[in-house]
């Protein structure tokens, strides 16, 4: 009898720690935005899934903090470095990425929360980046006029 209300208060600990999380979550990204595609482009069985965008605003502008959550299949590679970022439309000097808005995944597939506060005019995209530093897949994703469309390059694998 003991056992199972240890296993009750376990699993009621765990939903209230899940429910503070979502809470906090949404306290700090009060808006649910759409997610909107833009240009995708993946090679050899990679791929990535974004199932919520959540902001500090409606929609996507620069200032404003952003909150990504979604999933990820990582096949033509044996790591790669998956990057939340903003191709900038307008110069505004050099940017460091934070810590944060990048995640290093292993071959597989698996969940990601990234974030990024939005330092430009731009769009936004998550891309697969291989160590040496060039891009392997990715997909723009935005609101209204910050959905990159169309792509005038291409992520060609190198052989």
């Not at 969940?111 to 769009?123: I, K």
Request: charged share 20%; hydrophobic share 35%; with cysteine.
């Amino acid at each position: 009898m003991w056992m199972k209300s240890l296993l009750s208060l376990a699993f009621l600990g765990t939903l209230v720690l899940s429910c503070q999380t979502s809470s906090s979550v949404e306290a700090e990204y009060p808006y649910s935005l759409p997610i909107e595609l833009g240009a995708v482009e993946f090679y050899g069985g990679d791929g990535i899934v974004i199932e919520e965008i959540r902001g500090t605003a409606p929609e996507f502008v620069p200032g404003e903090d952003y909150l990504l959550r979604g999933r990820y299949d990582l096949a033509s590679e044996n790591s790669a470095l998956l990057l939340l970022s903003t191709t900038e439309t307008e110069t505004h000097g050099s940017r460091s990425t934070k810590s944060d808005q990048r995640l290093s995944v292993q071959k597989g597939s698996g969940q990601f929360e990234l974030r990024h506060a939005m330092p430009a005019p731009g769009y936004p995209h998550l891309t697969f980046y291989r160590s040496s530093g060039s891009p392997i897949g990715g997909m723009y994703f935005g609101t209204g006029e910050t959905v990159l469309a169309e792509k005038s390059w291409s992520y060609v694998p190198a052989n």
